[in-house]
């Protein structure tokens, strides 16, 4: 079965930095999209950013452009977002998704296969 597995969450201060990554097994990620999202207690889930099937497109919620990077790697078949200055706003469980076709996507609709999140949490 097709498994995404987050990694890279924890505790961090205000203006610090994470990386996350998500591993795949049962699928080859080569010719999806990507993306990330994230949803906090009582909130909707939230787009954060996404990645073409190649990495050579990428786009970004206004709330986290110019502070997180996604990219990936598809021989290890593995994706990751670079969290940077973050803020205690970013606190959240973030989710790694693949997509039903092979550009970038925005909705949740939109992706077939999610991972089971890792925890995000930002003190100030």
């Known amino acids: 079965q097709v498994q995404l597995v987050e990694s890279g969450g924890g505790l961090v201060q205000a203006g610090g930095s994470l990386r996350l990554s998500c591993a795949a097994s049962g699928r080859s990620l080569s010719s999806y999209g990507m993306g990330w999202f994230r949803q906090d207690p009582g909130q909707e889930r939230e787009f954060v950013a996404t990645?073409?099937?190649?990495?050579?497109?990428?786009d970004y919620a206004d709330s986290v452009k110019g502070r997180f990077t996604v990219s990936r790697d598809n021989a290890k078949n593995t994706v990751y977002l670079q969290m940077n200055s973050l803020k205690p706003e970013d606190t959240a469980v973030y989710y790694c998704?693949?997509?039903?076709?092979?550009?970038?996507?925005?909705?949740?609709?939109?992706?077939?296969?999610w991972g089971q999140g890792t925890q995000v949490t930002v003190s100030s």
């Open positions: 990645i073409n099937w190649s990495g050579r497109s990428t």
């Open positions: 998704a693949s997509s039903r076709n092979d550009g970038t996507n925005y909705s949740p609709d939109e992706y077939h296969y």
